[in-house]
């Protein structure tokens, strides 16, 4: 079987910052759209800014996903499959854990004070939090009480669909080899019908929750591309030809985001309605929204796989960068939502002009992060809960245990 796994590829490093980046800024729109829910919204929104979002609402998540199961084949390579599970649950479980409990609260407590439904006093308020007995806001309430994992949902999604493939990866290994002479068309068009078939069956009835055992459209959507991305990082051939092919997927997700904008804004309202609804109307939709998810996504995958494979001296400014972001990104992407909701609502007091608010906003998100970050990786404790690398410190001499012969 021919593979590109022998060296680390930066490529997908870079790719996992920047789609990071983006998440960070898709998550400060949405507090300046008005029609997608959220949890505390400015007075100001933009239709022009969600016709932008939308840009990368439907695969910006399975990128994500589609790059932690490419990272998960590579290292499947060098670790064994236990030490794998050890490694993810870690830098999963633990992280999902200290967000739930302490690194969201402020986002449940915000958005529960901008509907009036509490009232102020935030250390009372984490103690109705966390007892999964509280009586506090029974409307929204979960098995567990008002535990919630909010923006972080990826993470235990993330935890199960690694399982799942370490669990069966004798037979995923098997059926890349089988998949060997399977032609990169082939292979898009195969991607490309599980995702309509989610689409077409699964959306309607189960609509997005990220509730985890409820949520089976998002499943099916995310598990594919999981999948996919771990059978995709051990075809050479596949990886070559998307590197090749990259201007075409690029044009492609193009043309598909130009028609879905166009059906927003009303351009096909003139054809009958009952053609919306029938069998072959859905179907041409769903071949647009899987031609858009994949497009963007091969598109991404093989303009970093031709600029951006290549190795990061850790002495120069780019290697410093992207040391740095391979570091930094979890406790970044616990932190960046909540503090998002705090600087918000601050500012939203302040009455700023809308584009100096929004700046700001960008700014403080990005220098809380900085700072929290710089605060976490300073103590072995607070690197454990945030998924970082943790080295246990180092006993004194004199409480060493005394060697004797």
């Not at 609260?105 to 007892?131: D, K, M, T």
């Not at 009480?145 to 999604?157: A, C, E, K, M, R």
């Not at 596949?238 to 090749?244: D, K, T």
């Not at 906003?361 to 700072?371: E, K």
């Amino acid at each position: 079987m021919t593979t590109l796994t022998d060296n680390r590829r930066y490529d997908l490093d870079w790719l996992r910052t920047l789609a990071f980046g983006l998440l960070i800024l898709y998550h400060i729109g949405m507090y300046y759209v008005a029609d997608w829910g959220w949890h505390i919204k400015s007075d100001s929104s933009s239709t022009m800014l969600q016709n932008l979002m939308i840009l990368t609402n439907p695969w910006r998540m399975s990128l994500l996903f589609f790059i932690s199961a490419m990272a998960l084949a590579l290292a499947q390579q060098r670790s064994r499959r236990l030490s794998l599970f050890s490694l993810r649950s870690n830098r999963l479980l633990i992280p999902l854990l200290t967000g739930m409990f302490i690194v969201v609260v402020p986002q449940v407590y915000f958005e529960a004070l901008a509907q009036q439904l509490i009232e102020p006093g935030f250390i009372s308020f984490w103690w109705q939090y966390i007892n999964p007995n509280t009586t506090l806001l029974p409307e929204h309430h979960s098995p567990i009480g008002l535990l919630t994992w909010n923006h972080l949902w990826f993470l235990p999604y993330l935890w199960c669909y690694s399982a799942l493939v370490l669990l069966t990866a004798p037979l995923l290994n098997a059926l890349a080899g089988s998949l060997q002479p399977l032609s990169g068309r082939i292979a898009l068009l195969l991607a490309m019908a599980v995702l309509i078939c989610a689409w077409y069956f699964l959306r309607q009835a189960y609509p997005s929750s990220h509730a985890l055992l409820d949520d089976w459209y998002n499943h099916a959507k995310y598990f594919g591309v999981f999948i996919a991305g771990y059978l995709f990082a051990l075809q050479g051939n596949w990886w070559r030809s998307v590197i090749v092919f990259r201007r075409w997927f690029l044009l492609a997700a193009i043309a598909c985001y130009s028609l879905i904008i166009a059906d927003r804004n009303g351009l096909f309202d003139s054809l009958p309605p009952a053609f919306g609804e029938s069998v072959s109307g859905r179907l041409l939709v769903g071949v647009v929204l899987a031609l858009n998810h994949w497009g963007w996504i091969l598109a991404l995958l093989g303009y970093a796989g031709r600029y951006l494979n290549r190795p990061a001296n850790a002495w120069d400014k780019q290697g410093k960068v992207l040391h740095y972001a391979n570091n930094a990104i979890l406790p970044w992407y616990m932190l960046h939502q909540t503090l998002i909701i705090v600087f918000a609502v601050w500012l939203k007091a302040l009455a700023l002009p809308v584009a100096v608010e929004a700046s700001l906003l960008i700014v403080l998100t990005c220098v809380g992060c900085w700072a929290g970050y710089e605060l976490v990786k300073r103590f072995w404790l607070s690197r454990w809960l945030f998924g970082l690398k943790v080295r246990l410190p180092a006993v004194k001499a004199e409480y060493a245990t005394p060697v004797t012969r």
